[in-house]
């Protein structure tokens, strides 16, 4: 196992404060584990961890001796047994590699069971479901979003307009396209966005493109000094990352906002996901249904 | 509780199989919750759920107590009680929306518990660390991966090659641009995407702009027939989308990058997840580490 970055395996622990690896096994992506793996983590001392390592495809029982052979040498090269979460649901894989050397918490096992009782079903216990091509029309649905995002980023088309469900607003890097792509991809959502001018912003009034388009409009903006901070290491030293630059535009398109009665969301202390759940709260997308 | 399509909420349920509603319950956004809940929710009947929700941001008591109204909405109009799944870290917050009137699904409690023991440290059981912006660089990493991927898609620039992490090759449609932004999206990769045009499969030799690259190059592939189905949702009936032009682009792509020593990937029954892992996978790109 060697880390991309950071502290390499064989650099010396602390004896005091054992660095551990950490494994996702999966018999699916691994997505799954490496979501709730890396939530848990959070609440920890980073130092405590010294590299993580997805096993994903898990699936017979010889990729799971050779999980469990893997994970038996990293606590062996680490003098301390590394953390596994484990998504598997096949009950003898799973028993394979909780036979390791290695603190082994099952993910999902716990829940399947007090579900079944609560549903009165038996689970399928059938593997890779969560982040397979299993469902073709939801996936297809997704790809055709994400390029629905990309026809219409930055303005480029106007021609989807009535498919869109949301269009999003705001100057040049406010954040527009990282959430369009991830709505896109995460949500199936169609997602546009729509760059204001500076003549726009000057004229104070929402242009004729985005008019008929009113109930999906929603507005991104920002802190003048992070936005000049993000539009330098695009352009440095430009009068477009000035900070008085930045603050007249930002002024402006809020002003507009207002006045065109459009909500917005100030992004400067959010993520990515952050802003999208966000987004979606206030425009009511935020449910989905089974069908 | 609106659902954005399917069974609406006033349709009459069957009462031998009642229909329940999902509640994804977080201190933050709620995408820890969602991805294990739908895993969970994989492996049972779709038919015994209606909707799912997202509560996000349930950060203080006054919204966890409305939490906790809309969850009791909800078994009240549905004559079942809800399942309700939780990533709430405080213990008051978590004591409100457990009272309930549902099945409660405490996703991280337990686990937190026996990692406290086994690391022998508390943990900071501090709220929406998962999916929030408080890792300043890894987010503008991720911004910087997908910025890239954009101006690095479909050929666009070969400028940045030297920076990439991954070159994605293969035919149009093919299922480049999805990986390529859900890998930079995701994982912070750089990854760039060049399509074969049909004169370099003819000539059957690496494009001179991709020989200084080769370590970087990794391909896809499909089946004939799924990619003119692909194909044909965006030009109907054109030469582009026909079975026997797209037969030949990709016997000769698939020709030309074993010719050439590159590994490649059929995508056929893939979702973008798969593809993505797979292509970390097979590329040694699939550790992280921790800084």
């Known amino acids: 196992m060697l880390p991309i970055f950071g502290m390499g395996a064989n650099e010396q622990c602390d004896p005091e404060y054992p660095r551990r690896c950490v494994f996702y096994v999966s018999d699916g992506t691994g997505v799954t584990a490496q979501t709730l793996g890396h939530s848990l983590l959070t609440q920890f001392n980073r130092q405590s961890f010294k590299a993580a390592r997805v096993l994903p495809f898990v699936d017979d029982e010889n990729k799971a001796r050779r999980a469990q052979a893997e994970i038996n040498q990293s606590a062996e090269d ?20 909780r036979d390791s050397d290695a603190f082994f918490l099952d993910l999902l096992g716990g829940f399947i069971g007090t579900l079944e009782k609560e549903l009165q079903q038996t689970a399928g216990r059938v593997r890779g479901l969560a982040h397979g091509a299993s469902d073709h029309d939801r996936y297809m649905s997704r790809i055709d979003a994400v390029n629905f995002a990309l026809q219409h980023d930055d303005g480029l088309s106007a021609d989807g307009y009535g498919r869109a469900e949301l269009i999003l607003l705001g100057v040049s890097r406010v954040g527009k396209t990282p959430t369009c792509l991830y709505l896109s991809m995460q949500h199936g959502l169609h997602v546009a966005n729509y760059p204001f001018s500076v003549e726009e912003i000057q004229a104070q009034r929402l242009p004729p493109v985005l008019r008929p388009h009113r109930s999906k409009l929603f507005g991104l903006t920002i802190q003048p000094d992070r936005l000049s901070q993000i539009r330098s290491s695009r352009k440095p030293d430009s009068v477009y990352a000035s900070v008085s630059q930045v603050r007249a535009e930002l002024t402006g398109a809020e002003s507009l906002m207002q006045v065109e009665n459009i909500a917005y969301l100030d992004t400067t202390l959010l993520s990515i996901e952050e802003i999208a759940v966000i987004v979606l709260q206030r425009c009511g997308l935020i449910t989905e249904s089974f069908s």
């Open 78 to 97: 680490d003098g301390v047994r590394p953390i596994v979460f484990s998504t598997l649901v096949n009950e003898s894989l799973k028993v394979i590699v």
